[in-house]
C-alpha cells in the first residue's frame, strides 16, 4: 500500500509571495488532514476534510490559508501571501475515517519544509 | 480545554535504560490516546495507542500506561536503544470527526 505522498518536499520563498503544496493521500482514506509544525513543536491541525467537505478549518489563518480536496481525493493547501512566521513543515495526513481502531490511525506524508524569507 | 500537555522536553537516556515521557490532557471527551515517532526529515509515525478503559497496553519495548482518574498517560521505553532516539509526541483524539491534538514532544536521546 502506497503511502500519503507530498510535493514539493522543500520550498523556499520571499515574504507576500504565493505558495501551494499538494497531497495524495492512501487510496481508500476518507479523512485528510492538513498540519502546520513549526521547528520544535508538535503538529498544530489546520484543515480537516471528510471526503470533500471541510469538517474543521477553525485554526486555518484563512485571510491567507486556503485549502481544497476536489472529488475527496488529491488536496492542495495555498498560502497567499506568505509571512516569514509561516515558515514550518507542513504535513498531510489521512485515515481511513470509520469506526473501530484501524480507522483511527493517521498516516503522515514526508511533509513539505517551507522556508519564507 | 483541547490542550495535551508533554514532558520532559528533552531526554537523554543510557543505552539499555528506560525512557519515560508523560502526558497530561484536560478533555474528558477524548476517547483515543496515541504516540507517535517521528525521525529527521520524516512524518511522524504511529507507535503505540491506547483507549481509556484500558490501564496498561504493551508492545514489545513499549508500553503505555493510562490513568484516566488523573487524566495523565505516559510512554515507556525499555531497553532503550541508539535506534529509538526520535522526537516522541503523545496525542488525544476526540470522536466524531475524530480531531487530534497533539503534545509539544521530546527529543530522545539514546547514548550508547
Known amino acids: 500500500e502506497a503511502g500519503v505522498a507530498q510535493s514539493p518536499r522543500y520550498k523556499i520563498i520571499e515574504k507576500r509571495q504565493s505558495v501551494a503544496f499538494w497531497c495524495n493521500p492512501i487510496s481508500g482514506h476518507a479523512t485528510l488532514y492538513w498540519y502546520q509544525q513549526i521547528l520544535g513543536q508538535g503538529p498544530k491541525l489546520l484543515i480537516q476534510f471528510q471526503n470533500n467537505g471541510v469538517v474543521d478549518d477553525s485554526q486555518l489563518p484563512k485571510d491567507r490559508f486556503s485549502a481544497e480536496r476536489l472529488k475527496g481525493v488529491d488536496s492542495t493547501l495555498k498560502i497567499q501571501p506568505a509571512k516569514l512566521e509561516d515558515s514550518a513543515v507542513y504535513l498531510c495526513?489521512?485515515?481511513?475515517?470509520?469506526?473501530?481502531?484501524?480507522?483511527?490511525?493517521?498516516?503522515f506524508g514526508p511533509g513539505t519544509r517551507l522556508t519564507v524569507l | 480545554q483541547q490542550q495535551v500537555k508533554q514532558s520532559p522536553q528533552s531526554l537523554i537516556v543510557q543505552k539499555g535504560g528506560i525512557s519515560i515521557i508523560n502526558c497530561a490532557y484536560e478533555n474528558t471527551a477524548f476517547d483515543y490516546f496515541p504516540w507517535y515517532q517521528q525521525f529527521p526529515g520524516k512524518g511522524p509515525a504511529l507507535l503505540i495507542a491506547i483507549r481509556p478503559d484500558v490501564s496498561e497496553k504493551k508492545e514489545g519495548r513499549f508500553t503505555i500506561s493510562f490513568n484516566k482518574s488523573a487524566k495523565q498517560f505516559s510512554l515507556h521505553i525499555m531497553d532503550s536503544q541508539p535506534g529509538d532516539s526520535a522526537t516522541y509526541f503523545c496525542?488525544?483524539?476526540?470522536?466524531?470527526?475524530?480531531?487530534?491534538?497533539f503534545g509539544t514532544g521530546t527529543k530522545l536521546q539514546v547514548i550508547p
Open positions: 495526513a489521512s485515515t481511513r475515517g470509520t469506526s473501530g481502531p484501524l480507522g483511527n490511525e493517521q498516516f
Open positions: 496525542a488525544a483524539k476526540t470522536g466524531g470527526y475524530q480531531k487530534v491534538t
